[in-house]
Antibody
Framework: QVQLVESGGGVVQPGRSLRLSCAAS????????MHWVRQAPGKGLEWVAV????????YYGDSVKGRFTISRDNSKNTLYLQMNSLRAEDTAVYYC???????????????????WGQGTTVTVSS | EIVLTQSPGTLSLSPGERATLSCRAS???????LAWYQQKPGQAPRLLIY???SRATGIPDRFSGSGSGTDFTLTISRLEPEDFAVFYC??????????FGQGTKLEIK
């Protein structure tokens, strides 16, 4: 079945780095854009970043721009999020999600994020 | 930057009742770019509606979406016990950018 499994979360000190991974299965990973979305404790959802199906286009939320890098390895069916210069406000559950559009990121219609992982928790604390 | 404001913050209803959740955008949004999600405690969000009114795969027909411009609505026609959760609207915009509303909690009365 279609599945996304995140890993790599943990407790990290402010200013340090962490890399999250998201292993995909059950669909043609290389044909879909992929997102990272986070949720701080007791708060709502915040979109973090998106990468196109081939990795050629990447976009970021304002709060992580310049600090986080999204990437993918289609040969390994894996999505990554490199998080540098971490801050306390980056503490959250991080979800990876599959874009609902086959091929390039849709510009005329948005099909939503139709598959989500279970999330991995990142805690930034000294 | 478009801001999505959801109301009410909390909605208390009983099973069998009709639920109406609102999502208002700070400026006009194409209905093609509006989605709704459901999130239960301890679980990942689930896509309910995309394109403002199209149900995602496997979503029961008691869930429906409508609206245009700045006002969008998620309606649950007859609440089932498993429907109680937090609901988020989301819009897609340029460059791409994806914005969520703050959520509406639907609780059992």
């Amino acid at each position: 079945q279609v599945q996304l499994v995140e890993s790599g979360g943990g407790v990290v000190q402010p200013g340090r780095s962490l890399r999250l991974s998201c292993a995909a299965s059950g669909f043609t990973f290389s044909s879909y854009g992929m997102h990272w979305v986070r949720q701080a404790p007791g708060k709502g959802l915040e979109w973090v970043a998106v990468i196109s199906y081939d990795g050629s286009n990447k976009y970021y939320g304002d709060s992580v721009k310049g600090r986080f890098t999204i990437s993918r390895d289609n040969s390994k069916n894996t999505l990554y999020l490199q998080m540098n210069s971490l801050r306390a406000e980056d503490t959250a559950v991080y979800y990876c999600a599959k874009d609902g559009h086959y091929g390039p990121l849709a510009v005329l219609y948005y099909y939503g994020m139709d598959v989500w992982g279970q999330g991995t928790t990142v805690t930034v604390s000294s | 930057e478009i801001v999505l404001t959801q109301s009410p913050g909390t909605l208390s209803l009983s099973p069998g009742e009709r639920a109406t959740l609102s999502c208002r955008a700070s400026q006009s949004v194409s209905s093609s770019y509006l989605a709704w999600y459901q999130q239960k405690p301890g679980q990942a969000p689930r896509l309910l509606i995309y394109g403002a009114s199209s149900r995602a795969t496997g979503i029961p027909d008691r869930f429906s979406g409508s609206g245009s411009g700045t006002d969008f609505t998620l309606t649950i026609s007859r609440l089932e016990p498993e429907d109680f959760a937090v609901f988020y609207c989301q819009q897609y915009g340029s460059p791409p950018k994806y914005t969520f509303g703050q959520g509406t909690k639907l609780e059992i009365k």
